[in-house]
């Protein structure tokens, strides 16, 4: 410990039913560095942030101390007391109030015998002003976008003068700008002296934005390095406790034969005019920027965004796709962006999740679900997708964020589809469950069905596609094979003009 830490962490275990999240890690963060905490999905990143945060207590033997006094963290609002403020991936604000109100909630200046509205809005309108930001204070914080919203969550922090500010995956749901601006808010922080804990697994931003980073793996600490110190390969090395590639697909001989064709797709709002071809055992890649229509046509595809006019022609005949079971009958899969909202219901188990859309093919000859043959089928794809641990009858809201992608997976692999539409399929999980994903995306491939992997991130569609399509505000901006794309060309079509893709590359 030095005069320069603002929290220490000392020997810091957590056990659930007997299973350690934790096992004696460390953890130190000065005042006004951003500090990146890595490792793959299950790792303990989250448990470690929810023991300083009050939401667990760690097992006995742990030390937490802050500002240099030992002491244990209650619940949240005690680490709020305490100079500790959490931004958690899904924000976790209040929809339904106002800017300022949202700011300022649990804030105890503000409270007396009766609210004080002044005192509220001028709190808040400082908040806004210290990270650099325009928002009116009275408006609902419904009718923000996510950045906004996010920005709102940094105001909320900074009001109750967090001396460190975590933040989980912040750059999940932004578009290329916002991530630009909330790096210059997190320089702002730091020219504050506030220490930011920063949570990511895009390996750009980590070295954009961080001084520090510690990697944990296992539930263990494994080490601590200056940013600089330390290249790309080092650090997923650590990680993952082995050498790991980040492979880029190989040119392909594909089939000749379309699997599926869309002609002149509209839905008045979303998209318009976009026209492409999908072959048997091809990856088509589909980027742009958010908003640019990408998951929209995705969720035309598979009947939950019925287009205004078009053609949608499957194995060289037209069909209409009103709803997703349709979609299942002509065999189209579709692997949602939000896996958690859209791809399972989490109260269930994993084996209830994979065998959800394939219920009416493993009923008995009474019309009763065969569950000795639906645990077979889930235990396939367990080994299959290396879901950890390895437990059909585990919740899914207790599996990590990349475990739970597998699990989405599999459950649409399970209904053996023609094609698969996979919307961010790596969004928010590690290095090797991201390596693994990307391996059984072409094994699908070169079993003859046709991919379409939706991404934002470039490297990997880069990586994954045999051709890439681009969207540009709703339409077809240009189809790129893989050897001539670059992600220059790509952003600048996404962009329109090679002057703007140039700040975001």
Sequence with gaps: MTGDDIVNLRHISKTFGGIKALDDVSLDVKRGEVHALVGENGAGKSTLIKVLAGVHYPDDGAEIIINGERTVVKNPLDAIRKGISVIYQDISLFPNLTVAENICIGNEAVWGRQLDWKKINELATAAIQRVGARLNPKTVLKDLNLASQQIVAIARAISFNAGLIVMDE????LSAGEVENLYKIIDTLRRENIAVLFISHKFDEIYRVADRVTVFRDGKYIASRDIAA???????????????EYLSLTARSLCKDKILKVENLTKKGNFRNVSFELKKGEILGITGLVGSGRTEIAKALFGLNRPDTGEIILEGRPVVIGCAADALHYGIAYVPENRQLEGLIL???VQQNITLPILDTIRNQFGCVDKEKGLAITQQYIEKMDVRPPDPGKRARFLSGGNQQKVVLAKWLATNPKILIADEPTSGVDIGAKIEIHKTLRELADSGIGVIVISSELPEILAVSDRILIMRRGRVAGVA????ATQESIMAKALGTAEQAAEFI
């Design 170 to 173: 912040p750059t999940s749901t």
């Design 230 to 244: 330390i290249d790309r390969r080092e650090l997923i090395r650590l990680m993952v406790g082995r050498e790991v």
């Design 347 to 349: 109260a269930d188990t």
């Design 481 to 484: 094979a893989k050897k001539d």
